[in-house]
């Protein structure tokens, strides 16, 4: 692994059934973050993790849970998808929430709740 | 209250020169950054921004004004490959990024 993976890549899901994201860096970065990109829309934080075993709540958290166990794995879990969870969704990462470089990005997951 | 704001779409010719605006209130500022996005792909990072004034990077380069809350990606010797959407965001004080809705820059032969 080089950089940052997500997997799915892409997936169609019935409405009303769980599904984890899975997002791993192989960096030793301390923050991480999953976003959601709509179309027309900025990219939209759902919740991050500053440092392994803490995580905190973004801009749209709402029908979302994370968990942040070790340093390189940031699973996004949506507990009972609906609809409007139809998106594309980015996890990032970063070597700390106010490092001046870059924050990385993975491939993405497009997520389409049917 | 937060707010971002970009042109939607912009087109240029090959080999000219573009410049792309940002403006925006956020609360807090802690940096700000530019990022390119292809279709269908992840964002990649381009400059980022923390004191007023022009960074330059190659072809990129990125000026900020903090009191006027306004920074410009400016692109020379536009490449087609150069066709891409170019978002911006700014780090608020609490270190979480805002993202504006981002450019469609459009190059053209």
């Known amino acids: 692994i080089a950089g940052i993976t997500q997997a799915p890549t892409s997936q169609i899901l019935a409405a009303g059934r769980r599904m984890t994201l899975r997002c791993t860096q192989d960096?030793?970065?301390?923050?991480m973050y999953w976003y959601r990109q709509d179309l027309g829309l900025g990219l939209r934080l759902i919740h991050y993790?500053?440092?392994?075993?803490?995580?905190g709540k973004g801009e749209v958290p709402d029908g979302y849970s994370v968990s942040r166990a070790n340093t390189d794995d940031f699973p996004l879990t949506l507990a009972s998808a609906v609809p409007s969870q139809t998106s594309v969704y980015f996890c990032?990462?970063?070597?700390?929430?106010?490092?001046?470089?870059?924050?990385?990005f993975g491939q993405g997951t497009r997520l389409t709740v049917v | 209250g937060q707010n971002i704001d970009q042109p939607t779409e912009m087109t240029a010719t090959e080999g000219a020169i573009v410049q792309i605006n940002c403006t925006y209130q956020t609360s807090g500022f802690n940096g700000l950054f530019w990022y390119q996005q292809h279709a269908g792909e992840a964002p990649t990072f381009l400059s980022y921004?923390?004191l007023d004034g022009l960074e330059e990077k190659g072809r990129f380069s990125s000026f900020l004004s903090r009191s006027k809350g306004y920074s410009y990606l400016l692109l020379k010797e536009l490449q087609m490959k150069d066709s891409a959407s170019y978002l911006c965001a700014v780090r608020e004080s609490n270190y979480q990024l805002i993202w504006g809705a981002g450019t469609k820059l459009i190059i053209k032969p």
């Open positions: 921004n923390v």
């Open positions: 993790s500053n440092t392994a075993g803490t995580t």
């Open positions: 990032a990462s970063s070597d700390s929430p106010d490092s001046p470089t870059e924050a990385f």
């Open positions: 960096m030793r970065h301390n923050a």
